[in-house]
């Protein structure tokens, strides 16, 4: 088979890496395997790709520690800062062509997608620019002693990606760790591989040295088993499900211990109190549970409101739901594309069906959207309780759960009532109100008066069973370095 194929998109034509990169090069896998990603608008294969198992994995690990010990370890900070702002200017020369990538095998919206890549181009831009500002301390403890501090590369890193953004986790996850200095084997999702072997060869032609970028296109229980589990990988991250985030907990434990860093699942609540600007509000909202299909970790999915506004507010958020454009990803207007795979779009249905027999309301939608793709209709529903599963579960598509409460007070309690604490939101125009409401609710991020509104220089993570660690930001860079100690009994003569 070959290592690349001509595809062609509504937007565009252009050659697709079809291989597994390692050491700066596309191969085959060992096993010699092969498997499709489909195009969730019509349910068609696009390409097939190399897949990857543990023997490809131990063969990019050896590919990464080369580089690590040798090339990568000699260039300097500012170089690699140099590097990071070079691919981050390859993906703005490349918009066009990621974009059309991402709508093909993941099903956003080409328009959406675009911004994608610019958040992703940006958000390698920032951490180029923190390459050469690693900083260690020096520690006065006596007159007799020399004590500092070193920023160290943890090693290693062992890498996993999600379907839903997958060239944004893609840069989320190499920034900080190039930055740092640390070489990578990146596993990218199964449903979606096909950004994250462009942007590897975009590394390769910014110049980054072999084996310090390495991308594994395979499945979890295979090549991500195999990360987790590698006795050579220093560190993992890992962003999806809590499910899959406490088997990798365990694999790094039951191995060489490696650092572990995750980013998983949420059901955050959406509060709007009565003294919110009504319309403002629903923008939001809407934004808030339908953006990327609803198949986003920190989804407003629980909106709380208080009675004083709720019927208004279901009145105004099921108009505002009906006018969302669902259809091709490729049409300027689409802002909701189809869901990303067939085992997404039943497990989505199962729980509308489930909530529909649970006796919750449907206030708009509830069904499948057209007669081909993975399309399912924006989906509200009221008169719903704690205990059913659509208010408990996280559903990770575009259907909602709209909950009455009476006061402020049983707001912040129903929104931490929840095994998550990824983020939340709260919409009101007193601002002692959204301090108490923000400071009162456990979640990594909590918006005010607006929502979904991610900035790289902004630390992202979660509370409770919804991770460890942090993404983006400074803070990232504390994931991704080893804190070393050097003290100097300084000779008197």
């Not at 790094?252 to 572990?260: F, R, T």
């Not at 402020?408 to 709260?426: K, M, P, R, S, W």
Request: proline fraction near 4%; glycine fraction near 10%; aromatic fraction near 8%.
């Amino acid at each position: 088979m070959s290592l690349s194929q001509t595809v062609k998109t509504p937007a565009l034509t252009y050659e697709q890496p079809l291989g597994l990169f390692i050491n700066n090069e596309f191969v085959k896998g060992v096993d010699g395997k092969t498997f499709e990603t489909i195009n969730p608008h019509n349910e068609k294969p696009i390409v097939a790709v190399h897949e990857g198992t543990a023997d490809d994995v131990n063969i990019a690990v050896k590919a990464a520690r080369t580089a690590l010990n040798g090339e990568w370890k000699q260039v300097t900070p500012s170089e690699r800062g140099r590097l990071l702002t070079r691919l981050a200017d390859f993906l703005e020369r490349d918009i066009e062509t990621l974009a059309a990538i991402e709508a093909l095998d993941n099903g956003k919206g080409f328009t959406m997608a675009k911004g994608d890549v610019t958040a992703s181009a940006g958000c390698l831009r920032y951490y180029g620019g923190w390459a050469d500002k690693i900083y260690g301390q020096t520690i006065d403890t006596d007159t007799n002693s020399l004590t500092y501090t070193r920023h160290e590369p943890v090693g290693v890193c062992g890498q996993i990606i999600p379907w839903n953004f997958p060239l944004l986790m893609f840069a989320w996850k190499i920034g900080p760790a190039l930055a740092t200095g640390n070489t990578i084997v990146m596993k990218t999702a199964e449903q979606t591989p096909l950004s994250g072997l462009y942007v590897a060869k975009l590394i390769k032609e910014a110049g980054f040295p072999p084996g310090v970028v390495n991308v594994i296109s395979g499945f979890g229980r295979t090549a991500g088993a195999a990360i987790a589990s590698h006795m050579d990988i220093d560190k993992v991250a890992f962003t999806g499900s809590t499910l899959v985030g406490r088997q990798i907990m365990k694999s790094a434990a039951d191995s060489n211990l490696k650092k572990v860093t995750l980013e998983l699942g949420g059901k955050s609540p959406n509060i709007v109190l009565p003294d919110a600007n009504l319309e403002e509000a629903i923008e939001w909202v809407n934004l808030g549970i339908f953006f990327n299909h609803g198949q986003c970790c920190c989804a407003g999915s629980r909106i709380l409101v208080h009675e004083a506004i709720y019927e208004k507010f279901l009145e105004l958020f099921k108009k505002r739901a009906e006018q969302n454009k669902v259809g091709d990803p490729f049409h300027s207007e689409t802002f909701q594309g189809p869901q990303v795979s067939q085992i997404q779009y039943d497990r989505i249905m199962g729980y509308i069906q489930d909530g529909k027999g649970a006796g919750a309301t449907v206030v708009t939608g509830g069904d499948r959207h057209g007669s081909e793709g993975y399309y399912i209709q924006p989906t509200i529903f009221a008169d719903v309780t704690e205990n059913m599963a659509i208010v408990k579960e996280e559903i990770f598509g575009p259907v909602c759960t709209v909950q009455k409460v009476q006061s402020e007070e049983e707001a912040i309690q129903v929104a931490n009532d929840t095994n998550y604490g990824l983020a939340a939101a709260v919409h009101t125009t007193n601002i002692n109100t959204a301090i108490r409401v923000s400071n009162a609710v456990k979640a990594g991020t909590v918006w005010v008066n607006n929502y979904n509104t991610l900035h790289y220089q902004m630390p992202f993570g979660g509370f409770k069973e919804s991770g460890i660690g942090r993404e983006l930001g400074s803070y990232a860079l504390e994931n991704y370095t080893e804190v070393k100690t050097v003290r100097i009994h300084l000779s008197k003569s």
